[in-house]
């Protein structure tokens, strides 16, 4: 059951969080604001290492200010405070949440009013694969209230977190090596005439076995030959013989994802099935060679997409070819035509080619690499050339 691979240490140190800090700083100060206002869970945990299930509870906001110097406040509701003082945050500010009237807004106004300016700007969670967390009304107050202008911070805050620590890409290798263990010993452990839903129970629970903390997707589909889509099941179906058998996983580790799938065949499959794979096999591989640093995602997109043209594609309704990964499953950039984000070291990627070769009968390849200095490096255990079989 256990995998090779070390356990990182869970948490992250203080120096680590002032490093992400310091750097922040620098192109916060490029971007031109004197704050950034946080108020998403993955934004707020990355900048301080507060983390809870209480995430679940819609009812009290939780805000997170990165000044353009020093250290983050934290303007959070009492009930959290106790487990933000054991983070490396020391300034944190709270109210008797929920209080409905005034849910920490003038206690946010009034810790962003007080903060040193030099552009006269604070980024927010406003835009690209971004999302406030707080109610938009109290946005807009906040907006009248301040002398700063309030304005779109996500291209700055995804700068910052497009580019992952060693310690991140750690966490990252880790989930995606027991997911990896997962997936191989699965063939073993499911038959055919199970359904769609079974098989993800035992997938799920194998995962959790090896060590992984949650396992927020999980979808699995089948079908005669290849699937109509990969972001919706497990349904009821019982996978037969003929089946193509495609899941995807992101299983997390200390809150950062793994994201990549695995094909299975049911039995014996046609001929042209194992014609596509090996095409996808091949496009998975030129796009990891093209991640490297100094290209472009349009680059490896091209480098994938030449291949799957030329093996018959008909179409691909996924609308890319691969993502950015770490606190969430997906983060920017995508690789497709006319993204135009530069690859640097210390990216971490998937390289995701699918393609429908018949009306209603897709398949997709995943694989999750790390950009290095010397060329990408695999963070997943590479799928198998031959498509796994389940008897």
């Known amino acids: 059951m256990a995998t090779e691979q070390k356990i990182p240490r869970r948490g992250f140190t203080p ?131 301040l002398g700063s202008a309030i304005e779109d911070g996500s291209p700055c805050i995804w700068e910052i977190r497009m580019v ?32 769609e839903r079974e098989v993800v129970r035992k997938l799920r629970i194998d995962i959790a076995r090896r060590g992984a903390d949650a396992t927020p997707f999980l979808p699995a589909i089948s079908g005669p030959g290849g699937v109509a889509q990969i972001v919706c099941g497990p349904h009821d179906r019982a996978i037969e013989e003929g089946d193509i058998l495609f899941i995807d996983t992101g299983s997390t580790f200390d809150g950062y994802f793994c994201d990549f799938d695995r094909n299975y065949a049911v039995g014996r499959v046609a001929d042209e099935v194992h014609r596509v794979h090996e095409a996808l096999w091949q496009a998975t591989e030129a796009g990891i060679a093209a991640a490297v640093p100094g290209a472009k995602t349009d680059d490896v997109w091209r480098a994938m997409a030449k291949i799957i043209d030329a093996a018959g594609a008909i179409g691909n309704n996924v609308g890319r070819l691969g993502h950015g990964l770490g606190l969430q499953l997906t983060e920017p950039p995508s690789h497709r035509l006319g993204d135009g984000t530069l690859i640097v070291e210390n990216m971490v990627l998937t390289i995701e080619p699918g393609m429908e070769y018949a009306p209603g009968k897709m398949i997709v390849h995943e694989e999750n690499i790390a950009v290095t200095k010397d060329g990408p490096r695999l963070l997943t255990k590479r799928a198998p050339r031959e498509l796994p079989v389940i008897r």
């Open 15 to 145: 120096a680590e969080f002032e490093r992400r800090t310091l750097r922040a700083q620098k192109i916060m100060d490029a971007h031109g604001f004197d704050a950034l206002l946080l108020t998403a869970p993955p934004n707020i945990r990355y900048f301080t290492g507060f983390d809870t299930q209480f995430w679940e509870s819609p009812t009290r906001p939780w805000f997170v200010i990165v000044p353009l110097e020093g250290a983050p406040i934290a303007v959070i509701p009492e009930i959290g405070a106790p487990e933000m003082a054991l983070t490396w945050v020391k300034d944190i500010r709270t109210w008797p949440a929920p209080v409905p009237e005034d849910d920490g807004l003038s206690l946010l106004a009034a810790t962003i009013g007080g903060l040193k300016r030099k552009h006269g700007r604070v980024g927010a969670e406003m835009g690209r694969e971004m999302a406030l967390r707080m109610p938009v009304a109290d946005f807009l107050t906040l907006r009248q209230r």
């Open 164 to 195: 992952k620590t060693p310690a991140e890409i750690d966490h990252i290798h880790y989930i995606c090596g027991l997911a990896s263990d997962a997936y191989a010993a699965l063939p073993a452990q499911i038959s055919m005439g199970e359904s």
